[in-house]
């Protein structure tokens, strides 16, 4: 099993619909869950941190489910410069060593 | 401006010649870790550092080789061992709260 999964996708919606993709992570002593954006061809950028209570950023809400070890991300609204790669990654603070990310779940949003 | 930088952002070598890809950091960042991204999967780690004159190998190393004599510079570079080289390379950086890695442009090498 690895350590981070997420689904590759295409998710392919139209603009303005909500979507939502999860991962899921294997060890359970995971400290530090985020989101990172990537665009084609370009570096992978922090769309948002997760915290334990779950936190929001204008259209991105992002939850973690420690208990089934999995982190979620919702867009709403979606707009077409949403198109991109949405990076799971996870980290133990106790070794800069262990950042996982995953293989990353693409969005396609049409017109 | 803070950043990370690298250089060149593609790269053309021939095959059996080692290549050193640049890496640069100016936000005094102690760790800083080299990926390897092949089309349609996610970031490997090649090697990684945490501090001056240390580094350790990640889950690629093999073929490849570091250094880090400053704390700014991290350059890879990759050998002729390394058996399948074209890839997208990313340098990253993590400050000591090991919160968010920022990532350099990248530097694309294609090996002929």
């Known amino acids: 099993r690895k350590e981070v999964e997420q689904d590759p996708g295409p998710f392919n919606v139209p603009e303005g619909a909500t979507v939502a993709f999860n991962c899921t992570y294997s060890?359970?002593?995971?400290?530090?869950f985020f989101w990172y954006r990537q665009d084609c061809r370009k570096e992978p950028k922090l769309l948002m941190s997760?915290?334990?209570s779950g936190n929001e950023d204008g259209r991105f809400t992002a939850q973690l489910n420690r208990a089934s070890q999995y982190i979620s991300l919702l867009i709403r609204d979606s707009k077409l410069s949403d198109s991109a790669t949405y990076l799971c990654?996870?980290?133990?603070?106790?070794?800069?060593?262990?950042?996982?990310f995953g293989s990353g779940t693409r969005l396609s949003i049409r017109p | 401006d803070g950043g990370i930088t690298q250089s060149p952002k593609y790269l053309f070598r021939k095959e059996g010649q080692n290549v050193t890809l640049s890496c640069e950091q100016n936000?005094?960042?102690?760790?800083m870790y080299w990926y390897r991204q092949d089309p349609g999967q996610g970031l490997r780690l090649i090697y990684y550092s945490q501090i001056v004159n240390d580094f350790q190998k990640g889950d690629i190393a093999e073929g490849y080789s570091v250094s880090r004599e400053k704390k700014e510079s991290f350059p890879l570079t990759v050998t002729s061992a390394q058996k399948n080289p074209t890839a997208f390379y990313l340098c990253?950086?993590?400050?000591?709260?090991?919160?968010?890695?920022?990532f350099g442009p990248g530097t694309r090498l294609t090996v002929l």
């Open positions: 936000l005094n960042h102690d760790a």
């Open positions: 990253a950086s993590i400050g000591s709260s090991y919160n968010e890695q920022f």
């Open positions: 060890n359970s002593a995971s400290q530090s």
């Open positions: 997760v915290y334990s």
């Open positions: 990654v996870v980290s133990l603070y106790s070794s800069a060593s262990k950042i996982i």
